[in-house]
């Protein structure tokens, strides 16, 4: 069973089409990336998921489910976009709280509390807490009840690099365990090893769908080669005639920098090495930043469609 699946929702807010021909499904034990610029629709999808909205048109289910019923929600935990706390409350009595408001046993609550590193703060009001500390509270709160289906709005927003280096590894860990996790954000450095799959949206669209060698495949961006060998003109001329090149440079004696299509990155690999003389040899392919921006700066398929249409 899926944790969810939209298939064609379109989504406005008042007369404005905020969502548009989305679908979109989740695996158990994956972490979905779910990207894009503000505005782009992220939280309107995490609304729907969540029952707080209905979709206009199309389906959605939710852990076998309807979304917003009862029986569906007790297995989603949700961390939104801005977590808000009493201030005067400590962490140990807000995650209590969370636990009676979910019905759920209070006797997890250490163990959450030393999960996100609060265990020496658990006691302190959450006024004193820093904003990365009220965002891993956010994040207790999210696991209480162990949930099949977690949706994390922009989790690292106030977190510093290793606090959000440790929220990753805490998230890997849950989705070994079978938790299908949603992590939206419009911060894409670091993320890229601990997602499973990437779904890139841009206004109200999804541009792209898939694991990072799928985007890949998809985008058929360019992959650079970067050696550094005493002989480049030979290197070069060993290239030339077998496989086309989209781009040289030599950016000093011993350097030389070759971009291929990225079907031909091996048969170029493998001439190079035949060629000798390479002291050493990089392989640069597209980051998930190099793919969201592609992505987003395509036209999307119905926008071309508009174009021909008014052409
Ligand atoms: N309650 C609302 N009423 C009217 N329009 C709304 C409402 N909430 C969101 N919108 C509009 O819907 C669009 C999508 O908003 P949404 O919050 O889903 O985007 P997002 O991708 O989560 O953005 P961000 O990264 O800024 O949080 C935006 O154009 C936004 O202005």
């Known amino acids: 069973m899926s944790c969810f699946e939209l298939t064609q929702v379109h989504y406005r807010y008042d007369r404005q089409p905020v969502l548009r021909d989305l679908s979109l499904a989740l695996a158990p034990g994956q972490i979905l990336g779910l990207f894009g610029h503000n505005g782009a629709g992220k939280t309107t999808t995490i609304k729907l998921i969540l029952g707080l909205l209905t979709p206009d048109q199309g389906r959605l289910s939710v852990l076998g489910g309807e979304a917003g019923d009862a029986a569906v929600a007790r297995h989603i935990g949700y961390l939104p976009e801005n977590v808000m706390f009493y201030p005067q409350l400590s962490g140990r009595e807000i995650l209590r709280y969370f636990a009676r408001l979910k019905r759920v046993s209070e006797t997890q609550v250490p163990e959450l509390l030393a999960q996100v590193g609060l265990t020496d703060a658990a006691d302190r009001r959450v006024r004193t807490y820093s904003k990365g500390m009220r965002q891993r509270l956010g994040l207790a709160q999210a696991l209480l009840g162990s949930p099949r289906l977690l949706m994390l709005d922009e989790p690292t927003v106030g977190l510093d690099p290793v606090a959000t280096a440790e929220l990753y590894r ?41 694991d990072l060698a799928q985007l890949r495949h998809q985008a058929d961006m360019p992959v650079r080669l970067s050696l550094r060998s005493g002989r ?76 021909r249409g008014g052409a």
Request: glycine share 12%; charged share 15%.
């Open 232 to 307: 480049g003109d030979g290197l070069l001329s060993a290239l030339n005639g077998h496989i086309p090149t989209l781009s040289t440079l030599q950016p000093g004696p011993d350097t030389l920098v070759v971009e291929v299509r990225a079907g031909d990155k091996m048969a170029a690999i493998e001439a190079l090495l035949g060629a000798g003389g390479v002291d050493d040899l990089q392989v640069h392919q597209p980051t998930l930043e190099d793919l969201y921006c592609h992505f987003i700066q395509a036209p999307s398929s119905a926008d071309a469609a508009d174009h």
């Open 170 to 210: 805490l998230l890997q860990r849950l989705r070994d365990n079978g938790t299908g996790i949603v992590l939206c954000s419009h911060v894409l450095p670091g993320v890229e090893p601990y997602i499973d799959q990437a779904a890139i949206l841009s206004a109200g669209q999804l541009q792209a769908c898939g």
